[in-house]
């Protein structure tokens, strides 16, 4: 099977970043456009780069966008100091007309979004976050896509060499590895997890932690 090209969303944050670097290192990818509103400064033969400033306005860059067989969509903003309309604008809606524009250009592609560990598929829960990325990702499942998958991932490690990674989330990170190993992921068990989303497929369209360590090993 020829390598696969995948478009990343996010890689200026810490889970695109990861996503990218397994990408990169992984044979199974051919190339990699990472689509994001300012520079992420690497060089790599596999590698392109799409500025784009409002995710609104995809379409003005069909050219550039189409031909792709995935899209891992790991940007993504805090809700702490928003209100749900602010977080609702910033989380679904331009996911979702992001993801529109993407199966507008690549009818045969696979779209696997990061939301998190307690997304609340119900939508109906107290905590905002939780139900504005639930309806995020019901509503990607509905678009169309060959498949739509919704990573809920919790405490992640970092590759070596990340550099959008704090070190007081590392500290925690391998704390909690102590304590609740099966709480935890590396980078490369998503990003492996979410090209084996592709290349292989997975019979849940919601990974929780353990889903996405089983399909990392696919």
């Not at 810490?14 to 690497?42: K, P, S």
């Not at 995809?58 to 209100?83: E, M």
């Not at 090209?195 to 353990?210: A, H, M």
Request: net charge positive.
């Amino acid at each position: 099977m020829p390598g696969i090209k995948v478009i990343i969303t996010g890689a200026t944050g810490m889970v695109g970043e990861g996503v990218l670097f397994e990408c990169l290192q992984n044979t199974a990818v051919a190339e990699v456009l990472i689509i994001n509103r300012r520079h992420y400064e690497m060089q790599h033969p596999k590698l392109k780069e799409l500025l784009v400033p409002d995710f609104f306005k995809l379409d003005a860059y069909a050219d550039k966008i189409q031909g792709y067989d995935a899209c891992f969509f790991c940007a993504g903003v805090t809700s702490v100091g928003k209100k749900e309309p602010e977080y609702t604008r910033l989380t679904y809606d331009t996911t979702l007309a992001f993801a529109k524009t993407m199966l507008q250009y690549n009818n045969n592609m696979v779209f696997t979004y990061v939301s998190g560990s307690h997304t609340d598929s119900t939508e109906q829960g107290r905590l905002m976050w939780a139900r504005v990325k639930g309806k995020t990702e019901n509503d990607l499942a509905k678009l169309g896509f060959k498949a739509e998958y919704n990573f809920r991932p919790g405490v992640m490690l970092p590759f070596e060499g990340q550099r959008n990674w704090k070190s007081a989330y590392k500290f925690l990170a391998k704390i909690i590895r102590l304590f609740a190993p099966n709480s935890i992921l590396t980078m490369h068990q998503v990003g492996k997890a979410m090209i084996n989303c592709v290349t292989v497929g997975y019979d849940k369209n919601v990974l929780e932690i353990s889903d996405i360590r089983q399909l990392a090993q696919a």
